[in-house]
């Protein structure tokens, strides 16, 4: 077993490497990399590459060709499946490799398994440390976490606004609040979610593309538009998200009362559509977020305006929230932030964000962190 620790951690910062190799491509799975250490070298590696394919683990084990010495160490990242699952149970491999030392990132999320894979390998003799880098294992799987202990999709806005709290001037205009550092920032956040979503105000608005364009790579989730009422039609052949070669991943998300000739123009188009129910001139957000559970789209990164963030954060449908800040002052009493649809009137009551991260790009901060609802 190697017992230095800085060795420990930088073994477990490779598996964390080749688990963010594949960074959003293995939903509704975790993102997992798993190294075999001898002799000190590491001799052997894997990640999990996509839903249904071969864990992390397995892959390292059957690359792994020599025969297990007294230190030969497998870190993972995630702690092993203990069922047999669509790719058979990891634990009941390792203990089979002969391999009798395990270093853990963090537990499994799920309440029902956390903690059995541990068990098994410690019944089996094999000595396993719990806990390395534990932060950082656990963050990058945010969304799968969530999905599997509440069973729903993580539902997370990105915001922008000024330090006074505008997201937009009075004008509508916005380009750009942040620098270019930030603005990047957005598109890692882009691939990781499986889906991204705006409003059609904001289509109308910014014409946005919505992909991820990272190190010359062009990477598209599946892209929703909320557009109740099915208005401006007539110029979606000039947006980018109905004409681009990812047209095929936009889903327009209507109400019931949409009328008949606005549905069927757009069917004429070839759009998708989701049809969901209304209230007083709005979507019910929730049974959108229900439709995604459904469809097995385990997190949802909303691009909102102003209206629609407050709408979501009011109606505590928000999960976490990543904040871009920039020193600004726009000093518009007009200027579009977020509203009131309901509010507390003592500090102890408000809504907050728990578990904060702060990352400076520049000048601009980004915050992230759980929404405590009301």
Same mark, same amino acid.
């Given at each position: 077993?190697?017992?230095?620790?800085?060795?420990?951690?930088?073994?477990?910062?490779?598996?964390?490497?080749?688990?963010?190799?594949?960074?959003?491509?293995?939903? @509704?799975?975790?993102?997992?990399? *798993?190294? +075999?250490?001898? $002799?000190? %070298?590491? /001799?052997?590696? &894997?990640?999990?590459?996509?839903?249904?394919?071969?864990?992390?683990?397995?892959?390292?084990?059957?690359?792994?060709?020599?025969?297990?010495?007294?230190?030969?160490?497998?870190?993972?990242?995630?702690?092993?499946?203990?069922?047999?699952?669509? @790719?058979?149970?990891?634990?009941? *491999?390792? +203990?089979?490799? $002969?391999? %009798?030392? /395990?270093?853990? &990132?963090?537990?499994?999320?799920?309440?029902?398994?956390?903690?059995?894979?541990?068990?098994?390998?410690?019944?089996?003799?094999?000595?396993?440390?719990?806990?390395?880098?534990?932060?950082?294992?656990?963050?990058?799987?945010?969304?799968?976490?969530?999905?599997?202990?509440?069973?729903?999709?993580?539902?997370?806005?990105?915001?922008?606004?000024?330090?006074?709290?505008?997201?937009?001037?009075?004008?509508?205009?916005?380009?750009?609040?942040?620098?270019?550092?930030?603005?990047?920032?957005?598109?890692?956040?882009?691939?990781?979610?499986?889906?991204?979503?705006?409003?059609?105000?904001?289509?109308?608005?910014?014409?946005?593309?919505?992909?991820?364009?990272?190190?010359?790579?062009?990477?598209?989730?599946?892209?929703?538009?909320?557009?109740?009422?099915?208005?401006?039609?007539?110029?979606?052949?000039?947006?980018?998200?109905?004409?681009?070669?990812?047209?095929?991943?936009?889903?327009?998300?209507?109400?019931?009362?949409?009328?008949?000739?606005?549905?069927?123009?757009?069917?004429?188009?070839?759009?998708?559509?989701?049809?969901?129910?209304?209230?007083?001139?709005?979507?019910?957000?929730?049974?959108?977020?229900?439709?995604?559970?459904?469809?097995?789209?385990?997190?949802?990164?909303?691009?909102?305006?102003?209206?629609?963030?407050?709408?979501?954060?009011?109606?505590?449908?928000?999960?976490?929230?990543?904040?871009?800040?920039?020193?600004?002052?726009?000093?518009?009493?007009?200027?579009?932030?977020?509203?009131?649809?309901?509010?507390?009137?003592?500090?102890?009551?408000?809504?907050?964000?728990?578990?904060?991260?702060?990352?400076?790009?520049?000048?601009?901060?980004?915050?992230?962190?759980?929404?405590?609802?009301?």
């Amino acid at each position: 077993m190697i017992e230095e620790p800085e060795k420990i951690i930088s073994h477990m910062q490779h598996a964390i490497y080749l688990a963010k190799k594949a960074w959003g491509q293995t939903h @509704t799975n975790p993102m997992v990399g *798993a190294v +075999i250490v001898e $002799g000190g %070298k590491v /001799v052997s590696e &894997g990640y999990h590459q996509r839903s249904g394919g071969k864990h992390a683990e397995i892959i390292a084990l059957e690359s792994y060709k020599g025969t297990p010495k007294a230190d030969t160490t497998l870190f993972i990242t995630l702690e092993p499946c203990s069922t047999a699952g669509r @790719t058979g149970a990891c634990t009941n *491999a390792i +203990i089979t490799s $002969g391999i %009798k030392h /395990v270093v853990i &990132g963090t537990l499994d999320p799920n309440p029902n398994h956390s903690g059995s894979g541990v068990t098994l390998l410690k019944s089996a003799g094999i000595s396993v440390k719990v806990g390395v880098l534990e932060e950082v294992c656990r963050e990058m799987n945010v969304i799968f976490n969530h999905w599997i202990v509440h069973q729903k999709p993580l539902c997370a806005l990105k915001i922008a606004m000024t330090l006074d709290g505008c997201m937009a001037a009075s004008t509508g205009h916005s380009k750009w609040i942040t620098g270019e550092l930030a603005r990047n920032d957005v598109m890692n956040w882009r691939k990781l979610f499986p889906a991204i979503a705006v409003s059609q105000n904001t289509v109308s608005a910014d014409n946005p593309q919505l992909t991820s364009r990272l190190n010359d790579e062009v990477f598209c989730s599946r892209r929703f538009v909320f557009n109740r009422a099915l208005r401006d039609l007539e110029n979606y052949k000039n947006y980018h998200l109905f004409t681009d070669d990812f047209k095929l991943e936009t889903i327009v998300v209507h109400g019931t009362e949409a009328s008949r000739d606005k549905v069927e123009a757009l069917e004429a188009m070839g759009i998708q559509a989701w049809e969901i129910s209304e209230s007083e001139g709005k979507l019910d957000m929730s049974e959108f977020l229900k439709l995604c559970a459904k469809k097995e789209i385990p997190g949802v990164f909303i691009e909102p305006g102003a209206k629609l963030a407050t709408h979501m954060i009011s109606n505590g449908l928000v999960d976490y929230m990543y904040i871009y800040q920039s020193p600004k002052f726009l000093m518009d009493q007009k200027g579009h932030s977020l509203g009131v649809e309901r509010f507390s009137e003592l500090m102890d009551e408000s809504v907050r964000l728990i578990n904060l991260k702060r990352i400076y790009f520049g000048e601009d901060t980004l915050i992230t962190g759980n929404l405590q609802n009301f």
